[in-house]
Nanobody, 124 residues
Framework: QVQLIESGGGLVQAGESLRLSCAAS????????MGWFRQAPGKEREFVAS????????SYGDSVKGRFTISRDNAKNRLLLQMNSLKPEDTAVYYC?????????????????WGQGTQVTVSS
């Protein structure tokens, strides 16, 4: 079983960048398909990005395509999310998740393991 801990969140201005990191322990990130989700106050958890277990396939939510990039650092056993051109509507708690399914899923259902989340706040 894998344990996930997110970091890298913070307060930034619109147009700036942040890089989120998700450190894994217990198992290697290469053993799972991985994903990022976010949840704003009063809203449902939203798909952001995912990467297949093989690392060959990525998927992105429509609202972040072209701005966010998901990647996996196997050497450091972590998942990354590079977020560029941030907008106020990107403000949310961002969660890292792992799935034993090999595909780059776009819903929460296949993801069995979750981190505690990291807050990202984008001011206008």
């Amino acid at each position: 079983q894998v344990q996930l801990i997110e970091s890298g969140g913070g307060l930034v201005q619109a147009g700036e960048s942040l890089r989120l990191s998700c450190a894994a322990s217990g198992r290697t990130v290469s053993s799972y398909a991985m994903g990022w989700f976010r949840q704003a106050p009063g809203k449902e958890r939203e798909f952001v990005a995912s990467i297949s277990r093989s690392g060959t396939t990525t998927s992105y939510g429509d609202s972040v395509k072209g701005r966010f990039t998901i990647s996996r650092d196997n050497a450091k056993n972590r998942l990354l999310l590079q977020m560029n051109s941030l907008k106020p509507e990107d403000t949310a708690v961002y969660y890292c998740a792992a799935s034993t399914s090999p595909i780059a899923a776009v819903t929460t259902f296949p993801f069995q393991f979750w981190g505690q989340g990291t807050q990202v706040t984008v001011s206008s």
